[in-house]
T-cell receptor, first 112, second 110 residues
Framework: NAGVTQTPKFQVLKTGQSMTLQCAQDMNHNSMYWYRQDPGMGLRLIYYSASEGTTDKGEVPNGYNVSRLNKREFSLRLESAAPSQTSVYFC???????????FGPGTRLTVL | RKEVEQDPGPFNVPEGATVAFNCTYSNSASQSFFWYRQDCRKEPKLLMSVYSSGNEDGRFTAQLNRASQYISLLIRDSKLSDSATYLCVVNFQSSYKLIFGSGTRLLVRP
């Protein structure tokens, strides 16, 4: 089992460009999450999906959109990247809400 | 006040030492508690769940004090490989989400 996979691992964007971060899990988990991690800030929830077909905003959703494509895949889109979105992005999954979460390796994004 | 607070450290200890971290949480309705470990430039990984009665996994012991709203992690016989950031994680009863502390950094020196 690969667990949670994310692509790409690294990305550099210019201000205003768009991109989609991909996440997939092979643990048959129901819930999936997107976080960003900034120095000294800890992990902050951007969006989550409790089950296939549902998505909800987290703590810092502005500037992002998500799609729960199927049970396995949950993507995060930046429509018009800004320097403030420079961060490390982690995808995670869990069997149910409130259960322990399993994380992907992260995407390091720099917006110039 | 932050929902989950941790001392950022770093805690700098020699190999073989015992070290303890505390974490306080603000919501008394919290239900689930975890300790995660995060190595530099890596993803967080679950270290252990924290149960009401306390639990132990090898050199690691976790305790929950609901009355004072804190959880603790004790590491005995520290190894160089224990050097990492330890994240305290709490779930609130009325919420789907886990709240992550900013982490406590541990450095174990030879």
């Amino acid at each position: 089992n690969a667990g949670v996979t994310q692509t790409p691992k690294f990305q550099v964007l210019k201000t205003g460009q768009s991109m989609t971060l991909q996440c997939a899990q092979d643990m048959n988990h129901n819930s999936m999450y997107w976080y960003r991690q900034d120095p000294g800030m800890g992990l902050r929830l951007i969006y989550y999906s409790a089950s296939e077909g549902t998505t909800d905003k987290g703590e810092v959703p502005n500037g992002y959109n998500v799609s729960r494509l199927n049970k396995r895949e949950f993507s995060l889109r930046l429509e018009s990247a800004a320097p403030s979105q420079t961060s490390v992005y982690f995808c995670a999954s869990s069997n149910r809400d409130r259960d322990e979460q399993f994380f992907g390796p992260g995407t390091r994004l720099t917006v110039l | 006040r932050k929902e989950v607070e941790q001392d950022p450290g770093p805690f700098n200890v020699p190999e073989g030492a015992t070290v303890a971290f505390n974490c306080t949480y603000s919501n008394s309705a919290s239900q689930s508690f975890f300790w995660y470990r995060q190595d530099c430039r890596k993803e967080p990984k679950l270290l252990m769940s924290v149960y009401s009665s306390g639990n132990e996994d090898g050199r690691f012991t976790a305790q929950l004090n609901r009355a004072s709203q804190y959880i603790s992690l004790l590491i005995r016989d520290s190894k160089l490989s224990d050097s990492a950031t330890y994240l305290c994680v709490v779930n609130f009863q009325s919420s789907y989400k886990l709240i992550f502390g900013s982490g406590t950094r541990l450095l174990v020196r030879p």
